[in-house]
């Protein structure tokens, strides 16, 4: 079992930053390819970015130029750094890790709350 925990979320203004991080303690994220999804009320959940264990990556359209995935996994941890943020960008940010060869191993963490307001 992998326990995700996220953090980094909050309340910032528009045209702001925050660096949200997904890590586990008890475990290693290195043979794991890791997401990060977003659901803003009322709508489904949505993929944001992803890095796959060799460290390629994926952004969404609407993100793309603005948020940036990394891994640090000497720290077991994925991070999202996510500028010039706008209204839109408010949602429950949640990580995703799926076992890079046995795809079956998915794990969620709880989420964290990004709201983007003046």
């Known amino acids: 079992q992998v326990q995700l925990v996220e953090s980094g979320g909050g309340l910032v203004q528009p045209g702001g930053s925050l660096r949200l991080s997904c890590a586990t303690s008890?475990?290693?994220?290195?043979?794991?390819?890791v997401s990060w999804y977003r659901q803003a009320p009322g709508k489904q959940r949505e993929l944001v970015a992803g890095?796959?264990?060799?460290?390629?990556?994926n952004y969404a359209e609407y993100v793309k130029g603005r948020f940036t995935i990394s891994r640090d996994n000497a720290k077991n941890t994925v991070y999202l750094q996510m500028n010039n943020l706008e209204p839109e960008d408010t949602a429950v940010y949640y990580c995703?890790?799926?076992?890079?060869?046995?795809?079956?191993?998915?794990?969620w963490g709880q989420g964290t709350q990004v709201t983007v307001s003046s």
């Open positions: 008890r475990n290693s994220l290195i043979t794991f390819d």
């Open positions: 890095i796959t264990s060799g460290g390629s990556t």
């Open positions: 995703n890790a799926i076992h890079s060869r046995l795809a079956f191993l998915s794990y």
